[in-house]
């Protein structure tokens, strides 16, 4: 079973729209919860922490949900430049970190 | 300044050869790490080193020996490589865990490897 589940997409949308990405995560003693982003032939970036309480940043907002063992990430008002792939993460024990399969997403003029 | 850097970005070898990749961070960081990306883009950790110890060896072949001489280098050695190998292998480090619990993972530009 893999530490942490992801759909793959692709999602498709308009400029302007609001997309949610969501992962599960399978070990309930993980302790620190993140979304990168990973552009095409990059290395993955940090695009936010996920805090318990939830978190925003500017069109981002990220929310986890320790009892379910869910995450989620919600783009407002999405730019062509959101295009990427959305990679959940979890970290364990403090120093291991666990990938999601990443979502893909393709903002459209 | 690069943060996380390693050599080579891109390597062709034929099967059968050995081949060597360096991973050096400037960060001051007591962790670092080996990721393995396959063509379906899922990012697998493979070896995780803390001050120069290993911690993680994900089920890795090995033909696959990881060597830290100190805790600012991580280098992956992998002898006898096979079609399968063909991937984009990441270094990453972070800071120990401390009072900080959300400490991220910096990565490296990646290492493109094509075995033939």
């Known amino acids: 079973r893999k530490e942490v589940e992801q759909d793959p997409g692709p999602f498709n949308v308009p400029e302007g729209a609001t997309v949610a990405f969501n992962c599960t995560y399978s070990n309930s003693a993980s302790q620190s919860f993140f979304w990168y982003r990973q552009d095409c032939r990059k290395e993955p970036k940090l695009l936010m922490s996920?805090?318990?309480s939830g978190n925003e940043d500017g069109r981002f907002t990220a929310q986890l949900n320790r009892a379910s063992q869910y995450i989620s990430l919600l783009i407002r008002d999405s730019k062509l430049s959101d295009s990427a792939t959305y990679l959940c993460v979890v970290n364990v024990a403090g120093n291991q970190f666990y990938f999601g399969t990443g979502t893909s997403l393709t903002v459209i003029p | 300044d690069t943060a996380v850097s390693q050599t080579p970005k891109y390597l062709v070898t034929q099967m059968g050869n050995d081949k060597s990749i360096k991973c050096e961070q400037n960060?001051?960081?007591?962790?670092m790490y080996w990721y393995k990306q396959d063509s379906k883009k899922f990012l697998k950790i493979m070896f995780s080193y803390n001050n120069k110890e290993l911690i993680i060896n994900e089920t890795v072949p090995n033909r696959f020996s990881p060597k830290s001489p100190d805790k600012a280098h991580l280098n992956l050695h992998i002898n006898s490589l096979e079609l399968g190998d063909s991937a984009v292998y990441f270094c990453a480090s972070s800071p120990t865990r401390t009072a900080r619990v959300n400490t991220e993972a910096f990565f490296g530009q990646g290492t493109r490897l094509t075995v033939v």
């Open positions: 960060l001051g960081h007591d962790t």
């Open positions: 996920v805090y318990s």
